[in-house]
């Protein structure tokens, strides 16, 4: 059973800084694509940024520039730096992660459980 837990999330002033992780573990052959999204009150879930293996970047619009996405593929983890935050990115931001148990093995999407990030004075 793949675990995704998240952490780094709380509460900052606006123009501030706040660094996600994701740590995954748990019957892991293989992680492709990694991503965070995040979901605001009353809401649908966004991508703000996603990574492939090969560390190759996308980000939402309204994140470039102040977001950068990151991951440590031998430790099975993903960053997300976020800078010069505003009040609109407060959400409960999610990890995704795309997971092969084993070589034979299709691909499963996980997600963690959320970690909640406000951007207010």
């Known amino acids: 059973q793949v675990q995704l837990v998240e952490s780094g999330g709380g509460l900052v002033q606006p123009g501030g800084s706040l660094r996600l992780s994701c740590a995954a573990s748990?019957?892991?052959?293989?992680?492709?694509?990694m991503g965070w999204y995040r979901q605001a009150p009353g809401k649908e879930r966004e991508l703000v940024a996603i990574?492939?293996?090969?560390?190759?970047?996308t980000y939402a619009d309204s994140v470039k520039g102040r977001f950068t996405i990151s991951r440590d593929n031998a430790k099975n983890t993903m960053y997300l730096q976020m800078n010069s935050l505003k009040p609109e990115d407060t959400a409960v931001y999610y990890c995704?992660?795309?997971?092969?148990?084993?070589?034979?093995?299709?691909?499963?999407?996980?997600w963690g459980q959320g970690t909640q990030v406000t951007v207010s004075s």
């Open positions: 990574i492939t293996t090969d560390h190759r970047t």
């Open positions: 748990g019957g892991i052959f293989s992680i492709t694509t």
């Open positions: 995704n992660a795309n997971v092969a148990s084993a070589y034979d093995r299709p691909v499963r999407s996980w």
